[in-house]
Nanobody, 121 residues
Framework: QDQLLESGGGSVESGGSLRLSCLVS????????WGWFRQAPGKERQGVAT???????NYAASAKGRFTISQDNAKNTLYLQMNSLKPEDTAMYYC???????????????WGQGTQVTVTS
């Protein structure tokens, strides 16, 4: 049973935009916090942005001012709007859900399979 299903990745030129979506179902929908993470080849997974059940958001320094996390509860969907993309944003992007999520904690309860984002210069 799929809990988190990402979509919206692709290849875009530097300066372009992409919107990632994550369909949340099952137990993951009852979590208190949802987030986006990314992992580039040869690098550790890092937090990008989180949003909790009250709508409070938190962003990594690299994402502030360029990325926006949001959710549509009616559609059970989490979004990540990414603008002004840079080649260093190239990574596999994962959505996740947890009871007590944190950008710095990689041990979230539920993870999606990921969607690839490639930014060309």
């Amino acid at each position: 049973q799929d809990q988190l299903l990402e979509s919206g990745g692709g290849s875009v030129e530097s300066g372009g935009s992409l919107r990632l979506s994550c369909l949340v179902s099952g137990s993951a929908a009852n979590a208190n916090c949802w987030g986006w993470f990314r992992q580039a080849p040869g690098k550790e997974r890092q937090g990008v942005a989180t949003i909790d059940s009250d709508g409070a958001t938190n962003y990594a320094a690299s994402a502030k001012g360029r990325f926006t996390i949001s959710q549509d509860n009616a559609k059970n969907t989490l979004y990540l709007q990414m603008n002004s993309l840079k080649p260093e944003d190239t990574a596999m992007y994962y959505c996740a859900a947890d009871r007590l999520g944190s950008l710095l904690n990689m041990h979230w309860d539920y993870w999606g399979q990921g969607t690839q984002v490639t930014v060309t210069s």
